[in-house]
């Protein structure tokens, strides 16, 4: 991706970035960011002289026809690591295991903790599975990472980016390992999650939100179909008014006829 895209996407975009020397020349680490835009995944590798590994979900690789041939071997090709999402805790265990394993290779794992895409832009509850775990089953340092207007060049649902600058800020090194080997307890988790969420949105300047992405969906879909609903009840109360008026204008006709 490097060569074959990454040089044209910072020609063409000339993304601007912050932080670059927190990067380390060489080791693990685990890249922790923000989710904006399906971009992101494309713009941070570019910026970077190391490679990567980045999770993705299990469809991306299994999709039908021509067009998931593709996808699977673009995925494949720039080395992202399918997770089955399937099952109750299928997302969050796989991620770990492959994050460890990238980890363990001395390589870099990109991780996003809110689990999905933010849907307003906004920055949401980071999940306490994939990114605590991973940094504290290997003590590898966290870098928080901030993306910086990829949802305005990709927006949800939109195939053909807008031409404009993102940015990129890349945080210190977050050290963990004085909860080394405390990966199963809870508290423990969710207080290392809450305290990389935190520099992100320092570095980022979003709004907070404590509520999981997930959850901020579904209340956007419910209030959408609740919008819908109420526009479709609106218009069929206006259709029986008019038909109930034009009812009452016939037979106000046939009255004077008969008169």
């Keep these: 991706m490097k060569f074959s895209i990454g040089g044209s996407l910072k020609l063409a975009f000339r993304p601007w970035v912050e932080g670059l020397e927190n ?3 060489e080791g693990p680490a685990i890249l922790a960011s923000n989710h904006l835009s ?3 995944s494309f713009f941070l590798p570019a910026v970077l ?4 590994t980045f999770i993705a979900k299990a469809e991306y690789f299994t999709s039908p026809g021509v067009k998931g041939k593709l996808t699977a071997a673009f995925f494949k090709g720039v080395g992202q690591l399918p997770v089955d999402r399937s099952g109750a805790r299928g997302a969050g265990e796989a991620a770990i295991k492959s994050g460890i ?6 390589e870099l794992f990109g991780i996003y903790p809110e689990g999905t895409r933010s849907p307003d832009g906004r920055l949401y509850r980071g999940k306490p599975g994939g990114l605590a775990r991973v940094a504290l089953a ?6 928080p990472v901030a993306m910086i207007n990829t949802e305005k060049i990709q927006p949800p649902g939109k195939v053909i980016p807008k031409l404009m600058r993102p940015g990129i800020r890349i945080g210190k090194p977050l050290d963990f390992s004085r909860y080394h080997g405390m990966d199963g307890d809870r508290f423990i988790l969710r207080s290392v999650t809450d305290e990389v969420m935190y520099e992100i949105m320092k ?3 979003q709004e907070y939100v404590d509520i999981y992405a997930t959850a901020a969906k ?6 959408e179909k609740a919008a819908k609903d109420a526009e479709k009840a609106a218009k069929a109360d206006k259709s029986a008014d008019k038909s109930a008026d034009k009812s009452a204008d016939k037979s106000g006709d046939k009255g004077d006829g008969a008169a």
Excluded: M, N, Y
């Design 203 to 205: 570095l980022s300047g």
């Design 101 to 106: 394993e990238v980890i363990e290779r001395g």
């Design 49 to 52: 002289d190391r490679k990567v």
């Design 23 to 25: 990067i380390p020349a």
């Design 218 to 223: 579904r209340q956007i879909a419910d209030a």
């Design 38 to 40: 399906f971009s992101d």
């Design 138 to 143: 290997t003590g590898a340092p966290v870098i």
